[in-house]
Every structure is written in structure tokens, then in C-alpha cells.
């Protein structure tokens, strides 16, 4: 989900990229848009992409690799501001999130029950305070039937990254220190991991809404952000095409036919290790309309993340039974313009709010442009 804004690169350091001004990795924002697409069709209908929940754990890598990528030279340098940081991601994240949440709670106050607001409340207080994730978790599994009636339940994945943005600097301070932060990184990621495996079996519902057993895919990203930084390409052999495109298949396939195992489990890994794969060095999907498609689908992705989940959520309330497919239809189309405008009116103004120039005016204009995490 950033929540999960494409960071720049140095050319030195991908030098198989196709660069925008500023240096934006297309291939990421394609990865982005793909992920959120999934998402937008597990919400929609399960059946259409059985295993498209795990677009969120792409997302997780994505966005560990993206906000590492962008603060860990400052680090380094010495430079880093955590004020100017956390000031930064608000900028980024909050602006959309507060119209989102303007938005579904006009719908609610329609739509719900008086007893259902009172829950939509409670969930509105954990995403303020960037605690979704843990009322959540106390609320409900997310693949409980109940969680289906939660305009918010999205959120928790927003949290869970705030959550992470917040400790990371300092784990990558630590690292820098010791000139030892890719090994520590490995090591909070297999703590993570090894935690999230042995507790799976008997709490799920906790290692699927909580940090610490769900940072080790964010500390996935994080590595290879590292990687690339302090070993860029071709200092290092590059992966080789034939096996990232191998990468990419299994990813596809994982969100087409998931393995039939509890959540995050081994789905999730082969998620992560593929993403993982595609973040060193980068694919060129071409200039040709589905590439550029996707593309501009993982420019508005955070937006169309946030917008999606209420209307789906509002119609289980309206339903009764299943929710026609034509109007699952049409909510996909409403959700697609509303994160559009969203991308344009809200994300875009606040992002370009210091001078910056607008990220892109694509598919109204050309598709150059500049955007920062």
C-alpha cells in the first residue's frame, strides 16, 4: 500500500534502468500498479484472483526498499533529518488519507447503523494515530466474514508501514555505525521472519496484523535497497534477465494460484523473495499502452488503495446477500476515478507543495516527470 511513493535512483547504480527526469524507476511503478490491481480484484470478487491479497506483501517490499532507498545516503552522510523525515511522509500520506476518511464517513453516516458507527469511530481513531493494525487485530481476523462489513479494515496495512517508517532510521542508524547494515538488516529480517513462522500456527491473526511479524518483508526491500547503495550494478554481477522474468512468472502465478496455506505463510514468501529478485536491477516493459497502463495504475495506486476498500465494504452493507457482479463492476470504475482525482487534487497539490513540479500529467501529456517519497 505507499503508501508507497517511487523514490529516486543514481543512474550509476541501475544502469539498465529506463530513466525518467529525476531519475524514476518505471518498472517499480508497473510492479505497484500490478499490485494494487490484484488487491482491487481479491476485494472485488475472490474468485477473479484467489491469491490477489498478496499484492499487499509486494507492496511491503516495495515500499522498504523505496524509503530505505531514499533517507539511507542521508544516514550515511550524517545528514538525515528525522524531523524533516516524519514531515515529510505526513505530506506524502496524510492528505489522502483525511479525504478518504472524509469521504467514508459521509458515506457511513447514510449507509450504517448506529452500532456499526460506533465501530467505524474506533477504527477511525487507530488510523488517525497510525494504530489500525492493532485494533484491527483486536476486532477481528481480516478473513473473518465480519471484516468484510469494515470500511477501514485497509488501513492496517498503512499503519503497519507508518509503524515501520518510524523505527527504521534508527536500524539504519545502527547499521551505519557499525559499517555493518545490510548484516543487520538480514538479521532483524530473519528475527522477524523466524517469529512470524513459529507463532503462525497458534496466533494468525497476530502475525498478520502486527509489526513484528510482518517487518521482515518491509526488511526485504530494505536489503536491497542497501545493496544497490553500497553495491551498485555492474560493480556487482546484475541478475540475469531470463531470471527476473522467471521472477515476475512466479510472482503472477503466486497471485493466481496461491498456495493453499494460512496467511502470511508461504505465499507471502514466494511473494517477497520474487519482488525481491525484481528490485535488483529493473525491467524494461517497453512504451507500449498495457505497460504504460500499469504504469500510470501504480501512480495512483496509494490513492486507489485508499478509495477502493469503503465502496466494497459500504455495498456489503447495502446487500444482503452477495453483491451483484455488475455492481462490483462499476464500483471497480468509480474507484478508478475517484483514486484519479484523488492522485490529481489531493496527492499531487501536497506533493508539490515546496516548489516541487507536478509528478506527471500522464496519460493528459507526456510521461516524464518528477515525483519524491
Known sequence: TDSIAAAPSRETSFPDIRLR????????????????????????????????????????????????????????????????????????LLPAC??????????????????????????????????????????????????????????????????????????????????????????????????????LPHKPSATFFLLPFRAWELLAGSVCAVLSLKHPFPSIPAIPAAAKFTALAVLVGTLAFPPATPHPGIGALIAVLATAVLMLGAIDFGTRAPARAMIFLGDISYSLYLVHWPLFALANHVYADAVPFPVKALLCAAALILATLSWHFVEQPFRTARGRPCARPWPCGSRRGSRRA
Not at 500498479?33 to 516495495?62: Q, R, T
Not at 523505496?66 to 528525522?82: A, H, K, Q
Request: charged residues 15%; aromatic residues 12%; contains cysteine.
Open 21 to 92: 527526469t529525476h531519475a524514476l524507476r518505471d518498472d517499480i511503478q508497473w510492479l505497484r500498479g500490478l499490485s494494487v490491481l490484484a488487491v482491487l480484484f481479491y476485494h472485488a470478487d475472490k474468485s477473479l484472483l484467489p491469491g490477489g491479497y498478496l499484492g499487499v506483501d509486494v507492496f511491503f517490499v516495495l515500499s522498504g526498499f523505496l524509503i530505505t532507498r531514499n533517507i539511507f545516503p542521508d544516514i550515511e552522510r550524517g545528514t538525515f533529518s528525522y524531523a524533516e523525515f516524519i514531515a515529510r511522509r505526513f505530506r506524502r
Open 98 to 199: 483525511y479525504a478518504m476518511l472524509a469521504f467514508t464517513t459521509a458515506l457511513s453516516c447514510v449507509l450504517l447503523t448506529h452500532d456499526d458507527l460506533l465501530g467505524l469511530i474506533r477504527q477511525q481513531a487507530g488510523t488517525l494515530t497510525f494504530a489500525a493494525n492493532v485494533v484491527l487485530w483486536q476486532q477481528a481476523g481480516y478473513f473473518d466474514a465480519s471484516s468484510a462489513l469494515k470500511p477501514l479494515l485497509h488501513t492496517w496495512s498503512l499503519s503497519l508501514e507508518e509503524q515501520y517508517y518510524l523505527v527504521l532510521p534508527f536500524l539504519l542508524g545502527v547499521g551505519a555505525a557499525r559499517r555493518r547494515p545490510v548484516a543487520l538488516l538480514i538479521a532483524a529480517l530473519l528475527v522477524s521472519l523466524i517469529a512470524c513462522l513459529a507463532i
